[in-house]
Protein backbone atom coordinates (compact mmCIF):
# COMPACT_ATOMS: atom_id res chain seq x y z
CA UNK A 1 0.00 0.00 0.00
CA UNK A 2 1.74 2.67 -0.73
CA UNK A 3 2.94 5.76 1.71
CA UNK A 4 0.69 8.78 1.83
CA UNK A 5 3.31 10.44 3.09
CA UNK A 6 5.72 11.12 0.77
CA UNK A 7 8.25 13.76 0.99
CA UNK A 8 6.66 15.11 4.25
CA UNK A 9 3.62 16.47 2.62
CA UNK A 10 0.00 15.24 4.28
CA UNK A 11 -2.06 14.84 1.18
CA UNK A 12 -5.01 14.16 2.97
CA UNK A 13 -4.53 17.05 5.28
CA UNK A 14 -3.95 19.20 2.37
CA UNK A 15 -7.34 18.63 0.52
CA UNK A 16 -9.22 19.09 3.20
CA UNK A 17 -7.66 22.56 3.66
CA UNK A 18 -8.51 23.24 0.56
CA UNK A 19 -12.18 21.60 0.87
CA UNK A 20 -12.61 24.51 3.75
CA UNK A 21 -10.81 27.34 2.16
CA UNK A 22 -13.11 26.98 -1.12
CA UNK A 23 -16.19 26.87 1.32
CA UNK A 24 -15.32 29.88 2.83
CA UNK A 25 -14.92 31.21 -0.67
CA UNK A 26 -18.25 30.19 -1.58
CA UNK A 27 -20.13 30.77 1.64
CA UNK A 28 -18.67 34.40 1.02
CA UNK A 29 -19.69 34.89 -2.38
CA UNK A 30 -23.13 33.68 -1.79
CA UNK A 31 -22.67 36.63 1.31
CA UNK A 32 -21.61 39.05 -1.28
CA UNK A 33 -24.73 38.20 -3.65
CA UNK A 34 -26.80 38.50 -1.04
CA UNK A 35 -26.19 41.95 0.02
CA UNK A 36 -26.01 42.77 -3.75
CA UNK A 37 -29.56 41.37 -4.32
CA UNK A 38 -30.76 42.80 -0.92
CA UNK A 39 -29.16 46.68 -2.35
CA UNK A 40 -31.25 45.69 -5.52
CA UNK A 41 -34.80 45.23 -3.98
CA UNK A 42 -34.00 47.81 -1.85
CA UNK A 43 -33.60 50.45 -4.93
CA UNK A 44 -36.47 48.57 -6.68
CA UNK A 45 -38.71 49.40 -4.12
CA UNK A 46 -38.06 53.06 -4.65
CA UNK A 47 -38.54 53.00 -8.25
CA UNK A 48 -41.61 52.59 -10.60
CA UNK A 49 -42.16 49.03 -11.94
CA UNK A 50 -43.55 50.51 -15.73
CA UNK A 51 -41.17 53.47 -16.62
CA UNK A 52 -38.18 52.79 -14.21
CA UNK A 53 -38.50 56.51 -12.59
CA UNK A 54 -38.57 57.04 -8.77
CA UNK A 55 -41.91 56.15 -7.21
CA UNK A 56 -44.08 58.10 -5.09
CA UNK A 57 -41.92 56.91 -2.17
CA UNK A 58 -38.84 57.86 -3.20
CA UNK A 59 -40.15 61.36 -4.23
CA UNK A 60 -41.08 61.77 -1.07
CA UNK A 61 -37.78 61.51 0.32
CA UNK A 62 -36.37 63.32 -1.94
CA UNK A 63 -38.80 66.30 -1.56
CA UNK A 64 -38.39 66.08 1.75
CA UNK A 65 -34.96 66.64 1.79
CA UNK A 66 -35.22 69.39 -0.48
CA UNK A 67 -37.29 71.25 1.69
CA UNK A 68 -34.62 70.99 4.30
CA UNK A 69 -32.23 72.10 2.24
CA UNK A 70 -34.26 75.12 0.72
CA UNK A 71 -35.31 76.29 4.53
CA UNK A 72 -31.86 76.36 5.60
CA UNK A 73 -30.68 78.81 2.04
CA UNK A 74 -33.65 80.29 1.32
CA UNK A 75 -34.25 78.78 -1.50
CA UNK A 76 -37.73 78.55 -3.49
CA UNK A 77 -38.40 74.86 -4.63
CA UNK A 78 -41.85 73.93 -6.61
CA UNK A 79 -43.48 70.82 -7.22
CA UNK A 80 -45.35 70.13 -10.51
CA UNK A 81 -48.16 67.46 -11.05
CA UNK A 82 -48.71 66.23 -14.40
CA UNK A 83 -51.24 64.06 -15.74
CA UNK A 84 -51.95 62.61 -19.38
CA UNK A 85 -54.85 63.88 -20.55
CA UNK A 86 -57.74 61.17 -20.84
CA UNK A 87 -55.14 58.35 -20.82
CA UNK A 88 -57.46 55.75 -20.05
CA UNK A 89 -58.43 56.12 -24.08
CA UNK A 90 -54.94 54.78 -24.87
CA UNK A 91 -55.29 51.59 -22.29
CA UNK A 92 -58.89 50.66 -23.85
CA UNK A 93 -57.07 51.30 -27.71
CA UNK A 94 -53.76 49.71 -27.20
CA UNK A 95 -54.18 47.43 -23.89
CA UNK A 96 -52.57 47.92 -20.61
CA UNK A 97 -49.08 46.44 -22.12
CA UNK A 98 -49.24 49.55 -25.11
CA UNK A 99 -50.07 51.86 -22.50
CA UNK A 100 -47.34 50.98 -20.64
CA UNK A 101 -44.87 51.73 -23.97
CA UNK A 102 -46.60 54.97 -24.16
CA UNK A 103 -45.53 55.57 -20.28
CA UNK A 104 -41.92 55.00 -20.45
CA UNK A 105 -41.69 56.80 -23.79
CA UNK A 106 -43.19 59.94 -22.41
CA UNK A 107 -41.05 59.40 -19.14
CA UNK A 108 -37.99 59.44 -20.66
CA UNK A 109 -39.11 62.29 -23.28
CA UNK A 110 -40.18 64.43 -19.79
CA UNK A 111 -36.42 63.21 -18.12
CA UNK A 112 -35.21 64.91 -21.06
CA UNK A 113 -37.04 68.45 -20.75
CA UNK A 114 -35.57 68.74 -17.01
CA UNK A 115 -32.37 70.29 -15.79
CA UNK A 116 -30.11 67.35 -13.94
CA UNK A 117 -30.78 68.23 -10.31
CA UNK A 118 -34.25 68.01 -10.75
CA UNK A 119 -36.65 65.29 -10.05
CA UNK A 120 -38.85 63.12 -11.93
CA UNK A 121 -41.12 60.38 -10.48
CA UNK A 122 -44.23 58.41 -11.49
CA UNK A 123 -46.80 58.34 -9.65
CA UNK A 124 -48.11 54.58 -11.07
CA UNK A 125 -50.34 54.73 -13.47
CA UNK A 126 -50.52 58.37 -15.49
CA UNK A 127 -49.37 60.64 -13.29
CA UNK A 128 -45.47 62.04 -12.89
CA UNK A 129 -44.64 64.38 -10.14
CA UNK A 130 -41.67 67.03 -10.66
CA UNK A 131 -39.75 68.65 -8.30
CA UNK A 132 -38.04 71.45 -8.77
CA UNK A 133 -35.18 72.65 -6.65
CA UNK A 134 -33.41 76.48 -6.20
CA UNK A 135 -35.56 78.12 -8.81
CA UNK A 136 -36.15 81.83 -9.21
CA UNK A 137 -39.98 81.87 -8.91
CA UNK A 138 -43.30 80.73 -9.75
CA UNK A 139 -43.16 81.81 -13.13
CA UNK A 140 -40.02 79.69 -13.48
CA UNK A 141 -42.03 77.06 -12.78
CA UNK A 142 -44.49 77.48 -15.14
CA UNK A 143 -42.13 77.86 -18.01
CA UNK A 144 -40.18 74.33 -17.09
CA UNK A 145 -43.90 73.41 -17.39
CA UNK A 146 -44.42 74.72 -20.39
CA UNK A 147 -41.19 72.32 -21.69
CA UNK A 148 -42.94 69.75 -20.28
CA UNK A 149 -46.00 70.01 -22.81
CA UNK A 150 -43.65 70.69 -25.32
CA UNK A 151 -41.77 67.45 -25.46
CA UNK A 152 -44.92 65.19 -25.12
CA UNK A 153 -46.51 67.45 -28.01
CA UNK A 154 -44.79 65.21 -30.67
CA UNK A 155 -46.96 61.81 -31.80
CA UNK A 156 -46.41 58.85 -29.85
CA UNK A 157 -45.72 55.39 -32.07
CA UNK A 158 -46.31 52.27 -30.59
CA UNK A 159 -46.57 49.26 -33.37
CA UNK A 160 -48.55 50.37 -36.21
CA UNK A 161 -49.95 53.33 -34.12
CA UNK A 162 -49.80 56.67 -33.75
CA UNK A 163 -51.40 58.54 -30.90
CA UNK A 164 -51.24 61.86 -29.75
CA UNK A 165 -51.37 62.90 -26.23
CA UNK A 166 -51.71 66.15 -24.16
CA UNK A 167 -51.22 66.94 -20.41
CA UNK A 168 -52.46 69.22 -17.81
CA UNK A 169 -49.89 70.42 -14.90
CA UNK A 170 -50.66 72.11 -11.55
CA UNK A 171 -48.28 73.94 -9.94
CA UNK A 172 -47.64 74.85 -6.52
CA UNK A 173 -44.31 76.78 -5.18
CA UNK A 174 -42.35 76.47 -1.30
CA UNK A 175 -42.86 78.71 0.73
CA UNK A 176 -45.78 80.60 -0.90
CA UNK A 177 -48.03 77.69 -1.23
CA UNK A 178 -47.09 75.05 1.32
CA UNK A 179 -44.75 74.46 4.17
CA UNK A 180 -44.13 70.48 3.96
CA UNK A 181 -44.66 67.97 1.74
CA UNK A 182 -47.59 67.16 2.08
CA UNK A 183 -49.59 70.49 1.75
CA UNK A 184 -47.48 71.16 -1.24
CA UNK A 185 -48.27 68.00 -3.31
CA UNK A 186 -52.07 68.52 -2.23
CA UNK A 187 -51.72 72.10 -3.43
CA UNK A 188 -50.39 71.15 -6.26
CA UNK A 189 -53.21 68.64 -6.99
CA UNK A 190 -55.67 70.95 -6.78
CA UNK A 191 -54.21 73.04 -9.43
CA UNK A 192 -53.86 70.22 -11.45
CA UNK A 193 -58.13 69.50 -11.05
CA UNK A 194 -58.21 72.83 -12.32
CA UNK A 195 -56.14 72.54 -15.58
CA UNK A 196 -58.13 69.75 -16.47
CA UNK A 197 -61.88 71.60 -15.94
CA UNK A 198 -60.52 73.87 -18.41
CA UNK A 199 -60.10 71.74 -20.94
CA UNK A 200 -57.15 70.11 -20.49
CA UNK A 201 -53.63 70.76 -22.00
CA UNK A 202 -52.81 73.38 -19.80
CA UNK A 203 -51.19 74.50 -17.00
CA UNK A 204 -52.70 76.33 -13.52
CA UNK A 205 -50.85 77.62 -10.68
CA UNK A 206 -52.04 77.34 -7.08
CA UNK A 207 -54.09 79.97 -5.60
CA UNK A 208 -55.76 80.41 -1.92
CA UNK A 209 -59.33 79.88 -3.94
CA UNK A 210 -58.32 76.30 -5.57
CA UNK A 211 -58.83 74.72 -2.33
CA UNK A 212 -62.37 75.30 -2.22
CA UNK A 213 -62.39 74.36 -5.84
CA UNK A 214 -60.63 70.88 -5.49
CA UNK A 215 -63.54 70.41 -2.42
CA UNK A 216 -66.97 71.51 -4.60
CA UNK A 217 -65.71 69.08 -6.95
CA UNK A 218 -65.20 66.12 -5.25
CA UNK A 219 -68.71 67.06 -3.39
CA UNK A 220 -70.15 67.29 -7.26
CA UNK A 221 -68.97 63.80 -8.07
CA UNK A 222 -70.31 62.71 -5.01
CA UNK A 223 -73.73 64.12 -6.03
CA UNK A 224 -73.63 62.81 -9.54
CA UNK A 225 -73.30 59.60 -8.57
CA UNK A 226 -76.30 59.66 -6.77
CA UNK A 227 -77.76 62.35 -9.71
CA UNK A 228 -79.31 58.89 -11.70
CA UNK A 229 -81.09 57.31 -9.00
CA UNK A 230 -82.31 60.06 -7.54
CA UNK A 231 -83.92 60.97 -10.49
CA UNK A 232 -82.43 64.58 -11.29
CA UNK A 233 -80.90 63.56 -14.20
CA UNK A 234 -83.48 64.86 -17.49
CA UNK A 235 -83.28 64.97 -21.08
CA UNK A 236 -84.05 67.96 -23.45
CA UNK A 237 -84.49 68.02 -26.88
CA UNK A 238 -83.06 70.73 -29.48
CA UNK A 239 -85.58 70.54 -32.55
CA UNK A 240 -83.60 70.43 -35.96
CA UNK A 241 -85.41 71.83 -38.94
CA UNK A 242 -85.13 71.34 -42.98
CA UNK A 243 -84.78 74.30 -45.02
CA UNK A 244 -88.42 74.69 -45.99
CA UNK A 245 -89.30 74.82 -42.37
CA UNK A 246 -90.26 71.19 -41.44
CA UNK A 247 -89.46 69.49 -38.39
CA UNK A 248 -86.41 66.89 -39.20
CA UNK A 249 -85.95 65.97 -35.80
CA UNK A 250 -84.12 66.81 -32.41
CA UNK A 251 -81.06 66.30 -30.76
CA UNK A 252 -80.63 64.41 -26.97
CA UNK A 253 -78.57 66.95 -24.98
CA UNK A 254 -78.82 66.27 -20.64
CA UNK A 255 -79.77 68.30 -18.32
CA UNK A 256 -78.85 68.08 -14.44
CA UNK A 257 -81.13 69.62 -11.31
CA UNK A 258 -79.74 68.94 -8.05
CA UNK A 259 -82.24 70.10 -5.61
CA UNK A 260 -79.52 72.22 -3.34
CA UNK A 261 -77.70 73.08 -6.29
CA UNK A 262 -79.99 73.80 -8.80
CA UNK A 263 -79.44 73.36 -12.16
CA UNK A 264 -75.48 72.23 -13.25
CA UNK A 265 -73.96 73.48 -16.38
CA UNK A 266 -73.64 70.43 -18.95
CA UNK A 267 -70.05 71.88 -19.43
CA UNK A 268 -69.50 71.44 -15.41
CA UNK A 269 -70.69 68.05 -15.01
CA UNK A 270 -70.14 65.61 -18.32
CA UNK A 271 -66.59 66.31 -18.43
CA UNK A 272 -66.36 65.58 -14.53
CA UNK A 273 -68.81 62.21 -15.57
CA UNK A 274 -65.94 61.40 -18.11
CA UNK A 275 -63.02 61.26 -16.41
CA UNK A 276 -64.81 59.22 -13.66
CA UNK A 277 -66.39 56.87 -15.99
CA UNK A 278 -70.09 57.72 -14.78
CA UNK A 279 -70.49 58.53 -18.30
CA UNK A 280 -71.18 54.76 -18.96
CA UNK A 281 -73.96 54.60 -17.21
CA UNK A 282 -75.55 57.68 -17.52
CA UNK A 283 -74.98 57.68 -21.31
CA UNK A 284 -76.95 54.15 -21.36
CA UNK A 285 -79.64 55.81 -19.58
CA UNK A 286 -79.85 58.91 -21.68
CA UNK A 287 -79.80 56.65 -25.01
CA UNK A 288 -82.46 54.59 -24.00
CA UNK A 289 -85.10 57.59 -22.14
CA UNK A 290 -83.94 59.37 -25.55
CA UNK A 291 -85.17 56.78 -27.70
CA UNK A 292 -88.30 55.65 -25.99
CA UNK A 293 -89.57 59.05 -26.05
CA UNK A 294 -88.71 59.52 -29.92
CA UNK A 295 -90.63 56.44 -30.36
CA UNK A 296 -93.51 57.60 -28.97
CA UNK A 297 -93.63 61.21 -30.92
CA UNK A 298 -93.50 59.09 -34.11
CA UNK A 299 -97.07 58.57 -33.87
CA UNK A 300 -97.49 62.25 -33.19
CA UNK A 301 -95.88 63.20 -36.26
CA UNK A 302 -97.11 63.44 -39.64
CA UNK A 303 -93.16 62.10 -40.90
CA UNK A 304 -90.56 60.22 -39.29
CA UNK A 305 -88.92 62.15 -36.79
CA UNK A 306 -84.64 61.78 -36.72
CA UNK A 307 -83.02 61.75 -33.32
CA UNK A 308 -79.77 63.12 -32.66
CA UNK A 309 -77.73 61.34 -29.48
CA UNK A 310 -73.93 62.62 -28.76
CA UNK A 311 -71.36 59.60 -27.77
CA UNK A 312 -68.23 60.25 -25.58
CA UNK A 313 -65.19 58.82 -26.29
CA UNK A 314 -65.22 55.97 -22.89
CA UNK A 315 -68.97 54.64 -24.76
CA UNK A 316 -67.01 54.43 -28.11
CA UNK A 317 -63.87 52.48 -26.33
CA UNK A 318 -66.36 50.33 -24.75
CA UNK A 319 -66.32 47.16 -25.96
CA UNK A 320 -70.16 46.42 -26.32
CA UNK A 321 -71.61 49.68 -26.99
CA UNK A 322 -73.04 48.82 -30.60
CA UNK A 323 -74.89 45.94 -29.08
CA UNK A 324 -76.12 48.51 -26.08
CA UNK A 325 -77.51 50.90 -28.93
CA UNK A 326 -79.19 48.10 -30.51
CA UNK A 327 -80.58 46.78 -27.35
CA UNK A 328 -82.03 50.21 -26.89
CA UNK A 329 -83.70 50.20 -30.13
CA UNK A 330 -84.80 46.74 -29.80
CA UNK A 331 -86.47 47.86 -26.10
CA UNK A 332 -88.17 50.79 -27.08
CA UNK A 333 -89.63 49.64 -30.23
CA UNK A 334 -87.57 53.09 -32.40
CA UNK A 335 -86.66 51.96 -35.99
CA UNK A 336 -82.65 52.14 -36.11
CA UNK A 337 -83.05 54.37 -39.10
CA UNK A 338 -84.02 57.22 -36.61
CA UNK A 339 -81.55 57.40 -34.82
CA UNK A 340 -78.15 59.61 -35.71
CA UNK A 341 -75.50 58.74 -33.81
CA UNK A 342 -72.75 62.02 -32.91
CA UNK A 343 -69.46 61.32 -32.49
CA UNK A 344 -66.82 64.05 -32.84
CA UNK A 345 -64.04 64.41 -35.74
CA UNK A 346 -61.09 63.80 -33.74
CA UNK A 347 -62.54 61.14 -31.96
CA UNK A 348 -62.99 59.30 -34.82
CA UNK A 349 -59.84 60.64 -36.32
CA UNK A 350 -58.06 58.69 -33.46
CA UNK A 351 -59.43 55.13 -33.48
CA UNK A 352 -57.67 52.15 -35.52
CA UNK A 353 -59.54 50.02 -38.01
CA UNK A 354 -60.58 47.33 -35.98
CA UNK A 355 -61.77 49.82 -33.08
CA UNK A 356 -64.01 51.16 -35.76
CA UNK A 357 -65.62 48.26 -36.99
CA UNK A 358 -68.60 48.92 -34.32
CA UNK A 359 -70.02 51.72 -36.89
CA UNK A 360 -70.01 49.37 -39.67
CA UNK A 361 -72.22 47.45 -37.49
CA UNK A 362 -74.86 49.67 -36.64
CA UNK A 363 -74.74 51.39 -39.87
CA UNK A 364 -75.75 47.97 -41.31
CA UNK A 365 -78.92 47.84 -39.20
CA UNK A 366 -79.79 51.47 -40.15
CA UNK A 367 -78.77 53.46 -37.84
CA UNK A 368 -77.28 56.99 -39.07
CA UNK A 369 -73.94 58.43 -38.04
CA UNK A 370 -73.19 61.90 -38.36
CA UNK A 371 -69.79 63.85 -37.54
CA UNK A 372 -70.22 66.34 -34.75
CA UNK A 373 -68.19 70.42 -34.84
CA UNK A 374 -66.92 69.23 -38.37
CA UNK A 375 -63.79 71.17 -39.49
CA UNK A 376 -62.23 71.25 -36.25
CA UNK A 377 -60.49 68.04 -35.89
CA UNK A 378 -57.92 66.31 -38.25
CA UNK A 379 -57.70 67.47 -42.05
CA UNK A 380 -57.63 64.45 -43.23
CA UNK A 381 -61.19 64.07 -45.47
CA UNK A 382 -60.02 60.24 -46.86
CA UNK A 383 -61.96 58.78 -43.47
CA UNK A 384 -65.14 60.58 -45.31
CA UNK A 385 -65.34 57.69 -48.03
CA UNK A 386 -64.00 54.97 -45.57
CA UNK A 387 -65.96 55.06 -42.59
CA UNK A 388 -69.82 54.91 -43.02
CA UNK A 389 -70.90 58.10 -42.10
CA UNK A 390 -74.34 59.60 -43.11
CA UNK A 391 -74.06 63.43 -42.04
CA UNK A 392 -71.47 66.27 -41.43
CA UNK A 393 -72.52 68.60 -38.35
CA UNK A 394 -71.01 71.78 -39.23
CA UNK A 395 -69.36 73.82 -36.35
CA UNK A 396 -70.96 76.23 -35.01
CA UNK A 397 -68.19 78.59 -35.26
CA UNK A 398 -68.36 78.30 -39.09
CA UNK A 399 -71.70 79.92 -39.07
CA UNK A 400 -70.93 82.92 -36.54
CA UNK A 401 -68.11 83.79 -39.07
CA UNK A 402 -70.46 83.49 -42.07
CA UNK A 403 -70.96 86.90 -42.22
CA UNK A 404 -68.02 88.46 -40.32
CA UNK A 405 -67.35 92.29 -41.73
CA UNK A 406 -63.68 91.46 -42.48
CA UNK A 407 -63.44 89.03 -45.78
CA UNK A 408 -60.28 87.77 -44.61
CA UNK A 409 -62.28 86.29 -41.66
CA UNK A 410 -65.54 85.04 -42.94
CA UNK A 411 -65.93 81.74 -43.30
CA UNK A 412 -68.64 81.43 -46.28
CA UNK A 413 -66.16 79.53 -48.61
CA UNK A 414 -65.03 77.66 -46.38
CA UNK A 415 -69.06 76.67 -45.56
CA UNK A 416 -69.80 76.13 -49.45
CA UNK A 417 -66.89 73.87 -49.93
CA UNK A 418 -67.85 71.51 -46.97
CA UNK A 419 -71.53 71.62 -48.30
CA UNK A 420 -70.27 70.80 -52.05
CA UNK A 421 -68.12 68.05 -50.58
CA UNK A 422 -70.72 66.37 -48.69
CA UNK A 423 -73.14 66.31 -51.49
CA UNK A 424 -70.82 64.56 -53.57
CA UNK A 425 -70.42 62.17 -51.17
CA UNK A 426 -74.38 61.96 -50.57
CA UNK A 427 -73.93 63.69 -47.04
CA UNK A 428 -76.64 65.39 -45.05
CA UNK A 429 -75.65 68.43 -43.83
CA UNK A 430 -76.45 70.21 -40.41
CA UNK A 431 -75.19 73.83 -39.48
CA UNK A 432 -75.74 73.89 -35.57
CA UNK A 433 -75.23 76.95 -33.72
CA UNK A 434 -78.05 79.23 -35.99
CA UNK A 435 -78.40 82.49 -34.21
CA UNK A 436 -79.63 84.74 -37.15
CA UNK A 437 -81.98 85.42 -39.84
CA UNK A 438 -78.63 86.47 -41.98
CA UNK A 439 -77.23 83.38 -41.11
CA UNK A 440 -80.32 81.33 -42.21
CA UNK A 441 -80.78 83.07 -45.37
CA UNK A 442 -77.10 82.38 -45.98
CA UNK A 443 -77.12 78.85 -45.75
CA UNK A 444 -80.11 78.18 -47.66
CA UNK A 445 -78.30 80.06 -50.32
CA UNK A 446 -75.31 77.89 -50.04
CA UNK A 447 -77.48 74.76 -50.05
CA UNK A 448 -77.77 73.48 -46.51
CA UNK A 449 -79.96 70.64 -45.72
CA UNK A 450 -80.95 71.00 -42.15
CA UNK A 451 -80.64 73.91 -39.05
CA UNK A 452 -80.30 73.70 -35.59
CA UNK A 453 -80.06 76.61 -32.87
CA UNK A 454 -81.73 79.17 -31.03
CA UNK A 455 -82.77 81.32 -33.91
CA UNK A 456 -85.32 77.86 -34.68
CA UNK A 457 -85.75 77.11 -30.86
CA UNK A 458 -84.08 76.42 -27.48
CA UNK A 459 -83.33 72.97 -26.00
CA UNK A 460 -86.89 72.00 -24.48
CA UNK A 461 -88.37 69.19 -21.93
CA UNK A 462 -89.49 66.54 -23.14
CA UNK A 463 -93.32 67.50 -22.40
CA UNK A 464 -92.63 71.09 -24.02
CA UNK A 465 -91.56 69.86 -27.40
CA UNK A 466 -94.32 67.34 -27.55
CA UNK A 467 -96.50 70.15 -27.19
CA UNK A 468 -94.47 71.44 -29.72
CA UNK A 469 -94.83 68.77 -32.25
CA UNK A 470 -98.11 68.42 -31.41
CA UNK A 471 -99.16 72.04 -32.79
CA UNK A 472 -97.03 71.37 -35.46
CA UNK A 473 -98.43 68.10 -36.18
CA UNK A 474 -101.84 69.76 -36.15
CA UNK A 475 -101.24 73.41 -37.92
CA UNK A 476 -100.34 71.01 -40.74
CA UNK A 477 -102.87 68.92 -41.00
CA UNK A 478 -105.08 72.21 -41.05
CA UNK A 479 -103.13 73.69 -43.97
CA UNK A 480 -103.49 70.68 -45.44
CA UNK A 481 -107.24 70.51 -44.83
CA UNK A 482 -107.47 74.07 -45.97
CA UNK A 483 -105.88 73.16 -49.16
CA UNK A 484 -108.07 70.16 -49.93
CA UNK A 485 -110.92 72.16 -49.11
CA UNK A 486 -109.93 74.88 -51.40
CA UNK A 487 -109.78 72.35 -54.38
CA UNK A 488 -113.63 71.67 -53.81
CA UNK A 489 -114.70 74.68 -53.63
CA UNK A 490 -113.56 75.50 -57.14
CA UNK A 491 -116.26 76.20 -59.55
CA UNK A 492 -116.89 73.61 -62.23
CA UNK A 493 -117.71 75.24 -65.28
CA UNK A 494 -121.24 74.80 -66.55
CA UNK A 495 -122.61 73.03 -68.98
CA UNK A 496 -123.42 74.92 -72.54
CA UNK A 497 -126.62 76.19 -72.86
CA UNK A 498 -127.16 76.44 -68.93
CA UNK A 499 -127.24 79.36 -67.06
CA UNK A 500 -126.32 80.60 -63.53
CA UNK A 501 -129.86 80.15 -62.54
CA UNK A 502 -131.32 77.27 -64.79
CA UNK A 503 -132.06 73.94 -63.57
Known amino acids: MPNERSHGLDLKGFMLKIDRLDAVGRLRNAERRIGELEQRVSELSLLDAVTGLPNHRHFADRLTQALLV ?47 GDTLACMGGDRFLILLQEIKDAAAAARVGQKLLEALQAPFHVGSRELDLTASIGVCVYP ?5 AQVLEAHAESALCRARERGGNRIECFTSTLNEVSLERQELESCLRSALQNGELQMYYQPQFFMDGRLAGAEALMRWNHPLLGAVPPVKFIPLAEESRLILPIGEWAL ?3 CGQMAKWQSISPSPLLLAVNVSVLQFVNGDWDACVAKALA ?13 TESLVMRQGHDDLLPLHRLREIGTRIAIDDFGTGY ?5 LQRLPITTLKLDQSFIAALQSEDPALSSEAIVRAVIQLAHSLNLTVVAEGVETEGQRDMLELLGCDCLQGFLLGRPLPADAFEAM ?10 KKASRASEEVKVPRPAPAGRGRGSR
Open 379 to 383: SSLGY
Open 70 to 116: AQRHGHIAAVLLLDLDRFKRVNDLLGHHGGDEVLRQAGQRLQGALRQ
Open 469 to 478: LEFMSTKQFL
Open 331 to 343: DTGLDAGCLELEL
Open 176 to 180: NDGMD
Open 288 to 290: REA
